[in-house]
Structure formats: C-alpha cells, structure tokens
C-alpha cells in the first residue's frame, strides 16, 4: 500500500496516523477474498491496482451481475473517478452502510487508503452474509450473483407427504335377531314403537 504526492502540515500529521495503522494483514484477506470471487488476483501496490476502478466494478459485477452497467477503460482521470462512483453507488445498492463508503478522491490519490480498505471489509462481510455476532443475515442482499461465500451442500428436496384417505363410515348395526320391529298403521300411515298394538294416530289396532 502507497501513499502518493507530497503532504505537508495536518495533512502530513494524519497521513501518517492512518499509515501507522492501516492493517496489512486485512489488505491480505481482502486480496485473497477478492481473487476468490473475480478469479483474477490484485497483483502489486493495493493503491495502484484500484486507482482505475475497473478491479472494484468487476467485483460487484460478479457478488451482482450488471449492478455497474457501463465500465470506462480509459485512463482519463474523469474515467476512472466515473468507476469509482459507480462502484460506490453499487456498495449502497448492495447493502454496504453509508458510513462504511468512502470519498472518491481518498482512493483516487490515495489520500485515505484506510477507509477504503474498511470499505471492502464491510463489502465482504456482506457478501459472505456476516453480521455482528458471526450470524447469517436473511435475507441475502445479493440476488442471481455467481459468488455465494461458501457451499452449504447440495440442497434436498421435500416430498409432500399425502392428507390420510377418508375412510367410510362404520355401517349402522342391525338390530338382534328376534328383535320386534316397528310398525305402520294401514289407515293413517302413522309409524308405531315397535311392540305397540294400537295406532297412536288414529288408534287402529295394528
């Protein structure tokens, strides 16, 4: 990591506090993690390999295909400032918090190499789904991308198991052999109690 141009004055005073803590180690896993999604390594001074804005693009580019639509080439400084925004606006797309961005210009001249390193370590933390605590987040803010942080094993499919047969209901049982049965009186329709001898109804005698 490069700092470039001449600094005097405060400016010199803080350049050289965000160098004495900028983390190396993390610019390693940010490397790694990097060529892990875009399968093209970031070779070189970490300054230098960004400056231009493609890097950053192509990597949104494959968390989120088409999130950048339009990549300049050129090496104008309008280019690749352009790349830079476009790449900043892609992280806010993406779900990278605004206090976790950085100005285009800290890259640009490298004036502040730092929060662009915190920049891409919020972005791979969003990407792999880690939030505070080491939990997943759900649901995953990136949709249709080509890098998923990780295998989680091929997914089973469910059988629906089938609703129970409706059974027929039990027959009614049939009265016990020998059992009186009800009668119908033949004057009046009327239906008598089994066992009786005269109709209710009209009191013919069954």
């Known amino acids: 990591m490069a700092f470039h141009g001449p600094v005097y004055g405060l400016d ?4 050289e506090k965000r160098a004495a803590t900028y983390d190396v180690n993390l ?3 940010i490397r790694e993690w990097m060529k892990s999604v875009t399968g093209e390594p970031v ?3 970490f300054h230098a390999a960004l400056k231009s804005g493609v890097t950053l693009c192509n990597l949104v580019n494959k968390l989120r295909p088409g999130v950048v639509k339009n990549i300049g080439r050129g090496a104008m400084p309008f280019v690749q400032m352009e790349n830079i925004n476009a790449y900043l606006s892609a992280c806010k797309t993406l779900g990278v918090p605004e206090n976790d961005l950085f ?3 800290n890259l640009f001249e490298a004036k502040d190499m730092k929060s ?3 920049n891409l370590a919020t972005l791979k933390r969003v990407a792999t789904g ?3 605590g080491g939990s997943s987040s759900a649901p995953q803010p990136f949709g249709g991308g080509s890098y998923s942080g990780g295998s989680s094993g091929p997914s089973k499919s469910v059988t629906p198991t089938p609703p129970p047969a409706k059974t027929a209901p039990p027959p009614k049982p049939s009265p016990p052999s020998g059992a009186p049965s009800a009668n119908f009186c033949s004057g009046c329709g009327t239906k008598a109690p089994a066992g009786a001898k005269f109709c209710s109804g009209c009191g013919t005698k069954l």
Do not use: F, P, R, S
């Open 12 to 15: 010199a005073e803080l350049a």
């Open 27 to 29: 610019e390693n896993e």
């Open 43 to 45: 070779v070189g001074d």
């Open 103 to 105: 100005m285009t210009i």
């Open 116 to 118: 662009v390193l915190q």
């Open 130 to 132: 880690k939030v505070a």
